[in-house]
């Protein structure tokens, strides 16, 4: 019966491996279709004995903590295999059982030339760099809409991953020699490397688009779970200050195979406040004590390569841009919790450019690096909220603010997290 799709709708870390893990027991299988190990999704379970068990997972869809469900790599993710058969060993040695995950034959692999690429191309920038993760992504979508990317399927035909290998490094090692003053790619190396992946990865390889339309068939439950977010859409986001992949709802389909016409609901997970990890424009972007007392309190650091996230105020233009851009049923409005204690919270509604108001995302790059927020001040909340569980349970001023940004969002709130546990939520509507 449903699928469902899990989004970020600002710049990522919005808190998408908590939901897709709180939604976990009642879904059958939890599908990653863009990204690869540049995500980071921290998901704590709390334990029936009340200490809680943390994990931070990067390519794996958070799906797979959950017993019974099945997780699944699509087509539009880029593979680490190296990572990956990390990742599966950590989460083995802590007692998760991993064996029902499927990977798409589709999928491409991430070769070290394309993480040695990422990091040379950054340098070279200098300060017109991005502040990638350094893990190979964008060169590696790169050569898949240049054709001449590795996928997963050819590590299975030695012959023809020789060929491709020879052919693709005929081009990267020209560049890594002559441009980057690095040392050349062996053909030999890389053939070697990807094989040595091979037999353990068979078993793991099919069909996944026939898998998960088969499953719909047969009424069961679909998460197709997001990397990455609105914002940084390679199409829709602050570009060039982007990742590489589809990270919007659109991106679900492209990359799953489960077609537009058979997506059900559209889940935006948005903060309630704003980060931003990398290089690129951020209107509401704090410099100032306000900036570093949300990321002390919301414990704004990556995930994934530990930097200090950029902190600033809710931002309902681009809250309402991502609905828009998504077709957001539902929103979760995650960590109201870190707000408590303010004695006013800013949120901007609109831009000021120049002079003049803009209620919509600016059309023009140039416009939105120069975007001064125009705020609205809504009361603060002393009380500890992080017991809530019902809304009628949050203080009134906490109930105003999520019913205010709901108002100016485009999209009802389903949900408010008041805490980084699975319990620690207020649903406000059923999400499954
Ligand atoms: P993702 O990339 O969207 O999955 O998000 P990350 O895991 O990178 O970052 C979100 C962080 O916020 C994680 O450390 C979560 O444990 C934490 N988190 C999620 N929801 C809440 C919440 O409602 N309150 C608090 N305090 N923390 C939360
Ligand atoms: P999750 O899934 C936040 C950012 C990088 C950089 C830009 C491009 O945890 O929300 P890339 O390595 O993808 O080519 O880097 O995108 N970025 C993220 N920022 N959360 C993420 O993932 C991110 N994945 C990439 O910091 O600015
Ligand atoms: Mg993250």
């Not at 990321?295 to 704004?300: D, L």
Request: negative net charge.
């Amino acid at each position: 019966m449903p699928a469902i799709a899990i989004i970020g709708a600002q710049w990522g870390d919005e808190g998408k491996g908590k939901a897709t893990d709180l939604l976990g027991s009642r879904v059958d299988y939890v599908v990653k279709f863009n990204g690869g190990n540049n995500a980071g999704h921290t998901v704590v379970i709390t334990q029936p004995d009340g200490s809680s068990e943390k994990y931070a997972l990067h390519l794996l869809p958070s799906g797979i903590l959950t017993p019974g469900c099945t997780p699944v790599i699509g087509n539009g993710v880029v593979v680490d295999l190296a990572v990956m058969f990390e990742e599966l060993d950590a989460l083995v040695a802590r007692g998760v059982d991993v064996s029902r995950l499927q990977i798409s034959a589709n999928a491409h692999v991430i070769a070290e030339y394309n993480r040695a690429l990422d990091k040379v191309t950054e340098r070279f920038l200098g300060s017109r760099r991005i502040g990638t993760t350094g893990r190979g992504i964008g060169p590696t979508y790169a050569d898949k809409m240049n054709r001449i990317g590795i996928r997963v399927q050819d590590l299975f035909d030695e012959k023809i991953l020789t060929q491709k290998v020879e052919g693709v490094l005929e081009l990267k090692n020209q560049v890594l020699t002559k441009i980057y003053n690095r040392r050349a790619s062996t053909v030999e190396g890389t053939v070697e490397e990807l094989l040595s992946y091979a037999d353990r990865l068979r078993p793991m390889v099919s069909d996944t688009g026939l898998l998960l339309n088969q499953a719909l068939d047969r009424g069961e439950t679909v998460l197709l779970e997001a990397g990455q977010a609105t914002l940084l859409d390679v199409d829709h986001g602050t570009y060039p200050f982007v990742t590489s992949s589809s990270a919007t709802a659109g991106g679900a389909c492209t990359g799953s195979g489960i077609p537009p016409t058979r997506l059900d609901r559209i889940i935006g997970i948005v903060k309630a406040y704003t980060t931003r990890v990398g290089e690129g424009p951020f209107p509401t972007e704090l410099h100032d004590d306000a900036g570093e007392h949300l990321r002390k309190t919301g414990a704004e650091y990556g995930t994934t390569t530990g930097r200090p996230r950029r902190c600033g105020w809710y931002d309902a233009v681009i809250a309402r841009y991502a609905a828009r851009v998504n077709g957001v049923t539902d929103f979760v409005l995650t960590k109201l919790d870190v707000l408590t204690g303010l004695e006013q919270v800013p949120v901007c509604v609109a831009y000021d450019v120049d002079g003049t108001r803009h209620d919509e995302m600016p059309v023009n790059q140039s416009d939105f690096h120069h975007a001064v927020p125009i705020y609205e001040y809504l009361p603060g909340w002393w009380e500890d909220i992080s017991q809530a569980r019902t809304f009628e349970d949050l203080p009134a001023n906490a109930r105003a603010y999520v019913e205010t940004v709901e108002a100016m969002s485009g999209a009802r709130i389903s949900a408010v997290g008041v805490g980084p546990s699975r319990d620690a939520t207020v649903v406000r509507h059923d999400l499954v």
